[in-house]
């Protein structure tokens, strides 16, 4: 029996920016620009932040849908700008700014739409400790990316998958009202990859540092 591969996601070759890619080809040679879709995917998410926030039942629906389509927008910009050839520094910095204002923001915004839940209060609580640390793990994991210079990802993934594929999962879950447990588990989890990264940064910066005095 031939098991499935398990080898590192190269960057930029995963399932999802495959699709993506696909999608916006036709767009390669037109006045549309990554900036547009980036615009796009920055309302789409803070429309999902804004209907998490509500706590209410259509909130979790239409805010699981806009986020959908702002992860999927966060592929189709930067596959864009590959293909045009519209690839600058500025593009990267406001698709990054996206990055670190959306994602983290977003488990602060389930936190609160939460709190009449089960959790109470709590969930409040649960996703400042997620926000926090998710705005740790990508300053963190941004500054791991310029330093190694290689082009690699600070977090890979595997089989085709990149790790922060995972937030596509966000939508389904909030259909299916699975919404506490995801932000228990972003609770524990966010603040071990940010101190995972942390120690990698630092590490990082040792070796550049010891072969700098060579």
Known sequence: MKWPS?????PYTSWTHRLARWFVRPLAHTAITPNHLTTLRLLSGLLAILAFGYGTRGGEIWGGVCWVLCCFLDRADGELARLSGKCTPAGHTYDYVADVVLNPMLFLAVGVGLRYSNLGMWAILLGLIACVSIVGSSVWGEWLEKIDGSGRKAYSGVAGFDLD???YLLGPFAWL????????GAA???PVFALVALR???RAGRINGASAKV
Do not use: G, M, N
């Not at 398990?6 to 190269?10: D, G, P």
């Open 6 to 10: 398990f080898k590192i996601t190269e």
């Open 165 to 167: 594929d995972a937030l």
């Open 177 to 184: 009202s699975w919404l506490e447990p995801v932000l228990i």
């Open 188 to 190: 524990i989890c966010a």
């Open 200 to 202: 990698r940064l630092i």
